[in-house]
């Protein structure tokens, strides 16, 4: 007789949680959507041409543009449009492949070897993000036990990242020396430790207190890795950022950037020793696992790091802008919080007044970045501004007016004694 495996009965329906329930049921999505219906969206707001001082918007509109981060007014810059367009030209649009298989070209070893000239490093690893930098360097840092320390108003990547490492994440008070020197005090003498802070803080303009996390890092044996996205361009006598004008650079033992700020392109680098950038080529995922940045957009960074280097007076005039916009704010009732940056932030408390202020800014002729919950805590809502280069005084004088009207105009007196 044939041996007749047993005919096991077909089960029902197996009913599973659904999986994609938290993205499903998105509080935040939702409020996106109701926003979008009500006309009251301010996110996602589609441009209709390049982000220049006044940038065309989809609507037809034409309005001051205080929300971009083009901080030294390169994406439009005709030199760095042409080195784009001979670049797309000579290699095609796109590296088709990772840096370690065939998607390396000459123009990425140059932008790595510019850049890390530019910061007075050994090396530089490109990666096809800021955010991917951030990845790159956190993700491969730290063994199991080890600890990274992370300011709680970090941007998000390098939280991601940090959480992405084989060590533990530890946050500490945002911009708080003190806080962080506990968090080092109860560490196991014998544990690696990753200090990792924004050189300046995307969404309030602040710089880290560089110059006193350095010395605890020295105190301490602990490496310090800095985000100079904001700061690149901006601060320091050459542009390198927050480090630089702490007077620290070279005691940070890894800076990353983001090339979609003062390099006027899209991408990001890891700026540190050669040892430490091996091991990233070797093993971090954005660089071995990801496609190589495309061509055009390397040559437009490193374009945009020559002229850079070869035109300061565009900081000077970035940081005098600043200067201007904050004054006029200032006279006019909108004080923004303390920075030196191209980011300057006014506070506007609840996110519905947020939007309001944005949406009367906006309808009378200044675009601005609305910043809410999550981006910042509940109720400490702001206008994000950033100024470039480029604005004329004109301009900004104008614009800060305007921005000044729209957040007295959503101020009740409560909240305005309640920002102060």
Not at 187 to 204: F, I, K, Q, W
Not at 375 to 402: D, F, I, N, Y
Request: contains cysteine; hydrophobic residues 45%; charged residues 20%.
């Amino acid at each position: 007789m044939l041996d007749v495996a047993p005919v096991r009965p077909v089960p029902a329906q197996v009913v599973r949680r659904d999986a994609f329930a938290p993205l499903l049921e998105c509080s935040r999505a939702e409020m996106m959507r109701r926003h979008t219906r009500e006309g009251m969206a301010t996110h996602s707001v589609p441009t209709a041409g390049a982000p220049e001082p006044v940038t065309v918007f989809d609507d037809g509109r034409a309005r001051i543009n205080l929300g971009t981060n083009n901080y030294l007014g390169l994406a439009g810059d005709p030199q760095v449009v042409e080195a784009a367009v001979s670049a797309l030209r000579q290699y095609g649009t796109s590296a088709a492949g990772s840096r370690i298989l065939n998607g390396t070209t000459r123009l990425h070893l140059t932008l790595e070897r510019e850049l890390a000239e530019h910061f007075g490093t050994e090396d530089a690893v490109l990666a096809s993000a800021g955010v991917n930098a951030n990845v790159a360097m956190l993700s491969t840092a730290g063994a199991a036990g080890d600890a990274l320390l992370v300011d709680a108003h970090a941007h998000a990547s390098l939280h991601a990242a940090a959480a992405a490492s084989r060590g533990t994440v530890l946050r500490f008070t945002h911009n708080s020396v003190a806080s962080l020197e506990r968090r080092l005090n109860r560490l196991d003498p014998e544990v690696g430790a990753v200090v990792v802070v924004d050189g300046v803080y995307s969404m309030s303009g602040e710089s880290a207190p560089l110059a006193a996390i350095a010395g605890l890092c020295r105190r301490f044996s602990a490496r310090l890795v800095v985000d100079e996205a904001h700061g690149l361009g901006v601060l320091g006598a050459h542009g390198r950022g927050a480090a630089e004008a702490a007077g620290v650079l070279d005691r940070v033992d890894a800076i990353t950037v983001a090339f979609s700020k003062a390099l006027a392109s899209v991408g990001g680098a890891v700026m540190t020793s050669r040892a430490i950038a091996d091991g990233i080529r070797a093993s971090a995922m954005p660089y071995v696992f990801s496609a190589a940045n495309d061509p055009a957009a390397v040559a437009a960074a490193l374009a945009s790091l020559r002229v850079l280097r070869r035109e300061p007076e565009r900081m000077q005039r970035l940081r005098d802008n600043g200067d201007l916009l904050r004054r006029v704010l200032t006279e006019h009732g909108a004080a923004p919080l303390p920075g030196k940056g191209a980011v300057i932030a006014v506070r506007t408390g609840e996110d519905e007044d947020t939007r309001a202020a944005w949406a009367a800014a906006h309808e009378a002729g200044v675009y601005t970045n609305a910043v809410g919950y999550p981006a910042v805590p509940r109720g400490q809502g702001v206008l994000r501004l950033a100024v470039m280069a480029t604005h004329t005084e004109e301009q900004l004088r104008r614009a800060g007016e305007l921005v000044a009207d729209a957040v007295r105009r959503v101020r009740t007196p409560q909240r305005a004694d309640a920002m102060a």
